[in-house]
């Protein structure tokens, strides 16, 4: 491993992170800038499932249409409204095909009102753009929702990806 792939490596972490940050805290210009312009955003078994482009992928978060759903579905559970969301990594794994591309996964658990909420995996591609890495591809995997989650919507997106 080279002082570039070393860097790289923290740059991607880095990345990954800050995905994680702006979401929790709807931080949305600073999400904007993780995603390459033709990155495409995929979520197996939830709503649309694919979003394609930077512009796309950001106006779903902007339009608060997944907390919308959220609570929603939390108050067809009879749970009153969630107060904060906090995404946790854990393992992740980096692969580096060249000096401009790269393949990672990171495991994911969600911490709510009610503790542990859901889990799963990020499979991610990266590209080196104008010397910054941005994230060109993230497949969203949810693998496990809790019994008290406020993401009861999410039970059928679980079970379809377990089943593949």
Same mark, same amino acid.
């Given at each position: 491993m080279d002082v570039d792939e070393v860097c790289s490596r923290h740059e991607i972490l880095d990345l990954i992170s800050e995905y994680t940050l702006s979401n929790d805290r709807a931080e949305w210009e600073r999400m904007d800038r993780i995603w390459a312009d033709d990155a495409v955003m995929l979520v197996p078994g939830v709503g649309v499932g694919r979003y394609d482009g930077r512009e796309t992928i950001m106006s779903r978060y902007r339009s608060l249409a997944a907390r919308a759903k959220q609570a929603e579905s939390a108050r067809d559970e009879g749970k009153t409204a969630m107060t904060f969301s906090r995404h946790h990594l854990t393992s992740t794994r980096l692969s580096f095909l060249d000096s401009s591309h790269a393949v990672g996964v990171s495991y994911y658990f969600v911490i709510t009102d009610v503790g542990y909420d859901h889990s799963g995996c990020y %499979?991610? +591609?990266?590209? +080196?753009?104008?010397? +910054?890495?941005?994230?060109? %591809?993230r497949k969203t995997l949810v693998e496990h929702v809790a019994s008290e989650s406020f993401y009861g919507f999410l039970r059928a997106a679980a079970a379809q990806n377990n089943k593949q």
């Open positions: %499979e991610d +591609r990266f590209t +080196r753009t104008a010397g +910054r890495w941005l994230i060109s %591809e």
